[in-house]
């Protein structure tokens, strides 16, 4: 049985992954909830759930960052979302088809208010002719 399958209706491809990040007391634009790919894929979705809210009053933005290598500090801003008044229960999510091209690359959430904690999901698709396996 062969290890990798380049047909586009393989298993492989067409089942939606998930990741998942919890992360609580956040300090203001530090990257978090970071996702980081072993192979070539595509993100769909990204979900964010407000658990416990910041102390501070006022709407908690998180911005969706991807990086093109391993140092946060290169990324650049693919959208904003908000979470409105970043009440515990809030959740927000977006649709989205966010390539990441080469393997190391990641997306990451930077918050725009301290602390609070959030869950987020990020679910995605391998690009259909891409080996699942490191040694490949």
Do not use: W
Not at 26 to 54: T, Y
């Amino acid at each position: 049985m062969a290890l990798r399958s380049f047909a586009y209706d393989d298993p492989n491809y067409t089942l939606v992954r998930q990741h998942v990040s919890e992360v609580s007391d956040l300090a203001s634009g530090v990257p978090f909830a970071s996702f980081r790919s072993r192979v070539k894929v595509i993100v769909n979705s990204i979900q964010a759930v407000c658990v416990s809210a910041a102390s501070a009053a006022g709407s908690a933005v998180l911005s969706v960052m991807r990086y093109a290598s391993a140092t946060p500090a290169s990324g650049t801003a693919i959208t904003t979302f908000n979470f409105g008044t970043g009440t515990a229960g809030n959740t927000t999510l977006m649709s989205c088809a966010i390539t990441l091209l080469s393997a190391g690359n990641l997306l990451a959430i930077v918050q725009g208010q301290s602390g609070g904690q959030y869950q987020i999901l990020y679910e995605y698709n391998v690009i259909a002719g891409e080996s699942l396996y490191s040694n490949q």
